[in-house]
């Protein structure tokens, strides 16, 4: 008996052994399916990053407006480089900005500038007023903050500026993209010579400060020489009314606003100029 209780004993112990284990979570069901193969990851294209790439590359989307040919003698040009100052930030001229009591625009200086000017071209304003319905304070208030009358137009190369943005800011290689392009019509239409031609850091010319692409679109031939020139003033006048016109302008202030807001995306700059304008108004008036 005890013989047969031994030989049952074995032959359970055998059994169990050959059980597999429950899983450690027992309320999942295995998965029946087999595993997917990973599939190989694309490979990545390298980045566009030395100037020799980039330069070739604004040939080629260029070229679909000028000729090739012209365009790699442009940019092989020795003239053409990349103006690495654009990007340092300098002591500002007036250090409390547009309301500073010494030095902003509102002190009396700089609004008898504005009165001095607006008197100076009072039939262009006059004619520009009837034309656009946009008040002269106005169009002087943006001609003072952008470059106090043409006092100060930008010493930069526009074509080095803005070749200089395509090539070392990946943020803002499409906006120079373009502005170039304009530039190069700009040049071509009015035989500037490219590399004479100065403005802002950010390609602006003229004394309204307009990019290339507003220029071409929004600049006005005020004085019929059969030249649209921003660094002459009556065009400069004329060209600020028709940019704020084809922006909205009308005699509400919300369209006021929202039209020197289209002219720069900045807020302080949309006070400041309106600001301006109400003091030179009430300057004028008395």
């Not at 390298?46 to 020799?52: H, R």
């Not at 500037?192 to 692409?213: T, V, Y």
Request: charged letters at 25%; proline letters at 6%.
């Amino acid at each position: 008996m005890k013989k047969l209780t031994l030989i049952l004993s074995i032959v359970l112990a055998f059994a169990l052994v050959q059980i597999d284990p429950l899983p450690v979570f027992a309320h999942k069901k295995p998965s029946l399916s087999k595993p997917v193969p990973k599939k190989p990851s694309p490979k990545r294209k390298t980045p566009i990053s030395s100037e020799d790439q980039l330069r070739a590359l604004l040939i080629k989307k260029l070229s679909r407006t000028f000729p090739k040919s012209e365009l790699e003698v442009l940019f092989s040009d020795t003239r053409l480089f990349l103006d690495r100052s654009i990007f340092q930030t300098g002591t500002p001229s007036c250090p409390g900005g547009y309301f500073d009591s010494n030095c902003g625009i509102l002190i009396p200086e700089s609004l008898n500038r504005g009165k001095e000017f607006i008197e100076k071209h009072g039939d262009v304003f006059g004619a520009v007023f009837d034309e656009y319905g946009v008040e002269p304070d106005v169009i002087a208030a943006i001609l003072r903050v952008e470059t106090n009358f043409g006092s100060y137009l930008g010493k930069r190369s526009v074509l080095n500026s803005l070749y200089t943005l395509y090539v070392l800011s990946p943020r803002r290689r499409n906006f120079a993209l373009e502005q170039i392009d304009f530039f190069l019509r700009l040049a071509k239409k009015n035989e500037w010579e490219l590399f004479e031609i100065r403005g802002s850091i950010a390609g602006a010319i003229g004394l309204p400060q307009f990019i290339p692409f507003s220029y071409w679109h929004f600049a006005i031939d005020g004085n019929k020489d059969d030249k649209v020139d921003l660094f002459e003033p009556v065009d400069a006048i004329y060209s600020v009314a028709n940019y704020l016109f084809e922006h909205g302008w009308s005699d509400k202030s919300r369209a006021q606003r929202n039209a020197v807001w289209a002219y720069n995306h900045d807020r302080t700059y949309v006070n400041a100029v309106l600001a301006y304008a109400r003091a030179l108004k009430n300057l004028r008036s008395n």
